[in-house]
């Protein structure tokens, strides 16, 4: 029988890619982005720093950002360094898609994908070349191979018996077998790739996705949560002993840090809190904060294991207050 033996959250915001001379960068483009106050309402940049605590003013001085991200980044390698002592056969990996793989013509609630391997280009999509100065691009390349595309192994088997086991437990999944000709992997499963696994031995993954981030068909929190509790039957119905291991790709809050919502879906997943989680409220889970609803189906699949590490950081990075609410955590 397989059983999962590990999970691991961890943000996976182009923030953590970039270099300490860039920080302070992020102002540029977070100035000019439509954002939500804490409660989803619609606000601009400059509404934001209008009510901003004045105290964000020198806590995103450059020295301030670098001490941030230094926390962040030996937080990244720890996670990473967890995942290899693990010694899993597979690694499930639930993010949502920013407009990758699925797009307008196609967005499905939830899908797997189920090829023998997932190709991680080393060149962006477009869209993003189209949206953000070349600063920012060249940033954001840190998701994506240096020289060329790299092809990283895919546990097929356990990918499409999860895909039969959650069709009878009701789940009606999409599932891809290969990608867009021409394109690569998203950037949830890519920073993993990238990041958080051994580059010389990574181990085969299922990838996952759960569109939190587009409306109308965003899987609310109750479904996510449940299709965590049938993501680990499943694993479990499997008839291979395998060890699997499941991890959270993204969040917590953002654009706008929300640092008492961030403490309390933590706190939640520590104390296995599945009524907080499941009834998260949907006006709080827009654009980038949405991402929390992957360690809410997390939370989920590893109601038989503990939270026994994370490590939080305000990653603030404009006087509005404006930045990712950075997060990492792990459950043996």
């Known amino acids: 029988m397989a059983r999962i033996t590990f999970a691991a959250g961890t943000s996976h915001t182009p923030m953590l890619l970039a270099s300490d001379e860039t920080l302070p960068r992020f102002l540029e483009t977070d100035s000019l982005m439509k954002h939500r106050d804490k409660e989803g309402r619609p606000v601009t940049y400059g509404d934001l720093l209008e009510k901003a605590d004045p105290e ?3 806590m995103v001085a450059p020295e301030h950002l670098v001490a941030r991200q230094n926390v962040a980044r030996a ?3 720890r996670v990473a360094q967890t995942l290899a002592n693990a010694e899993l056969d597979a690694l499930i990996v639930m993010g949502d898609d920013q407009n990758e793989s699925y797009k307008d013509d196609c967005r499905p609630a939830f899908a797997i994908y189920y090829g023998d391997s997932i190709r991680n280009s080393h060149e962006q999509h477009e869209e993003y070349r189209r949206r953000f100065p070349e600063w920012y691009v ?12 790299r092809d990283y192994p895919v546990h097929s088997a356990l990918a499409t018996d999860l895909i039969e ?4 437990a009701g789940f009606d999944l999409a599932s891809s077998r290969r990608l867009p000709d021409g394109e690569g992997e998203g950037h949830a499963i890519a920073y993993v790739h990238r990041w958080v696994m051994d580059a010389d031995e990574p181990v085969p993954a299922v990838p ?11 899987p609310r929190p109750r479904r996510c949560y449940e299709f965590g509790q049938a993501l680990r039957k499943a694993v479990e119905a499997f008839r291979q002993d395998l060890r699997v291991g499941v991890l ?10 929300d640092e008492d919502f961030d403490r309390a879906i933590l706190k939640a997943c520590t104390d296995k809190d599945a009524q907080f989680l499941q009834t998260l409220p949907r006006n709080k889970l827009n654009a980038g904060s949405s991402e929390i609803l992957n360690w809410v189906a997390l939370a989920g699949a590893v109601e038989h294991l503990e939270l026994n590490w994370f490590e939080y950081v305000p990653g603030y990075r404009t006087p509005a207050g404006t930045g990712t609410g950075l997060s990492f955590a792990t459950w043996a």
Do not use: C
């Open 208 to 218: 996952v996705f759960l569109n939190t981030y587009y409306p109308p068909n965003q």
């Open 75 to 77: 937080a990244i390698k």
């Open 56 to 58: 964000l003013a020198h």
């Open 248 to 257: 959270a790709s993204g969040g917590l809050s953002h654009f706008l840090v």
């Open 165 to 168: 086991q959650l069709m009878d």
């Open 138 to 149: 060249q940033n954001r390349q840190g998701f994506f191979e240096d020289e060329a595309p």
